[in-house]
């Protein structure tokens, strides 16, 4: 009778120190922390240069609210980082949660240059409430968080009939873990072209760069038509059917014109 006693006793202690283990693992997935980065790239653009003085950058989520990360301020031309190129401007550690928005704080000294000459770039609001880019993700405990704001210069960028240039920024959220990718280049180099890939009324684009290549980032996966249109009077040219797949680059090689 004491033996089963005893063993009633050790088996309830089991079950009592499994639960709390279980209880104990699930609140620190319910309060635990994921570390975030975030990076910024471009398509190559029709200017010599793009620049933007980045001074914060802003996170809102439900469990923090507002939040400013490790930002790496300065001067960043855009146009430096394209074709597969980017660099993290910020990162930070983040409770979990529904991330919702993130802002770029811009300073003053923004400026866009177009054949050799300077000029300076307005960015209405972008010094107060920042530039704000919409989101709609869920923070997991332990997994790192990495995006990539595919900053549109060419779209971006309006002039205005007095000659100045406004930012009416297009900013593009990349999620390489749910997206592949398209590239290729076109010949004669000399030309510059622009490539867009739709698919059922959505589409994506990019720019050729100095060499005549291209890499359109963050394509879903699916099915697209592919069109490369040259600045000059050649005939655009059209590609059906380019698949893309999630973490691969669709290779289209050298289209001549």
Same mark, same amino acid.
């Given at each position: 009778?004491?033996?089963?006693?005893?063993?009633?006793?050790?088996?309830?202690?089991?079950?009592?120190?499994?639960?709390?283990?279980?209880?104990?693992?699930?609140?620190? *997935?319910?309060?635990?922390?994921?570390?975030?980065?975030?990076?910024?790239?471009?398509?190559?653009?029709?200017?010599?240069?793009?620049?933007?003085?980045?001074?914060?950058?802003?996170?809102?989520?439900?469990?923090?609210?507002?939040?400013?990360?490790?930002?790496?301020?300065?001067?960043?031309?855009?146009?430096?980082?394209? @074709?597969?190129?980017?660099?993290? /401007? +910020?990162?930070?550690?983040?409770?979990?949660?529904?991330?919702? *928005? #993130?802002?770029? &704080?811009?300073?003053?000294?923004?400026?866009?240059?177009?054949?050799?000459?300077?000029?300076?770039? &307005?960015?209405?609001?972008?010094? *107060?409430?920042?530039?704000?880019? *919409? %989101?709609?993700? +869920?923070? /997991?405990?332990?997994?790192?968080?990495?995006?990539?704001?595919?900053?549109?210069? @060419?779209?971006?960028?309006?002039?205005?009939? @007095?000659?100045?240039? %406004? %930012?009416? $920024?297009? &900013?593009?959220? =990349?999620?390489? +873990?749910?997206?592949?990718? #398209?590239?290729?280049?076109?010949?004669?180099?000399?030309?510059?072209?622009?490539?867009?890939?739709?698919?059922?009324?959505?589409?994506?684009?990019?720019?050729?760069?100095?060499?005549?290549?291209?890499?359109?980032?963050?394509?879903?996966?699916?099915?697209?038509?592919?069109? &490369?249109?040259?600045?000059? $009077?050649?005939?655009?040219?059209? =590609?059906?059917?380019?698949?893309?797949?999630?973490?691969?680059?669709?290779?289209?090689?050298? =289209?001549?014109?």
């Amino acid at each position: 009778m004491k033996n089963k006693i005893f063993l009633s006793l050790a088996l309830l202690f089991v079950l009592l120190n499994s639960c709390m283990k279980d209880s104990s693992t699930t609140n620190q *997935q319910q309060a635990g922390t994921t570390d975030m980065s975030v990076s910024l790239t471009d398509g190559p653009g029709n200017y010599d240069e793009v620049n933007i003085d980045l001074q914060g950058v802003e996170v809102i989520t439900d469990a923090e609210g507002t939040k400013t990360l490790n930002t790496k301020t300065g001067i960043y031309d855009l146009l430096k980082y394209s @074709n597969g190129d980017d660099t993290i /401007v +910020a990162t930070g550690k983040m409770e979990v949660g529904m991330i919702s *928005q #993130i802002r770029l &704080i811009l300073g003053e000294n923004n400026t866009v240059t177009v054949d050799g000459v300077s000029y300076p770039l &307005i960015t209405p609001s972008a010094e *107060q409430s920042g530039l704000k880019i *919409q %989101l709609h993700d +869920a923070l /997991v405990a332990g997994v790192k968080y990495a995006v990539t704001l595919d900053f549109d210069a @060419n779209q971006s960028i309006v002039q205005q009939g @007095n000659g100045s240039y %406004l %930012l009416k $920024p297009v &900013i593009r959220v =990349i999620d390489e +873990a749910v997206s592949g990718a #398209i590239h290729g280049m076109i010949t004669p180099d000399t030309l510059h072209a622009t490539i867009t890939a739709e698919a059922n009324g959505v589409s994506y684009s990019t720019v050729t760069d100095a060499s005549g290549e291209f890499l359109l980032r963050g394509v879903p996966a699916g099915t697209y038509t592919v069109t &490369i249109t040259p600045d000059s $009077p050649d005939t655009p040219v059209t =590609i059906n059917n380019v698949k893309v797949v999630v973490g691969e680059s669709t290779d289209l090689q050298t =289209i001549e014109f």
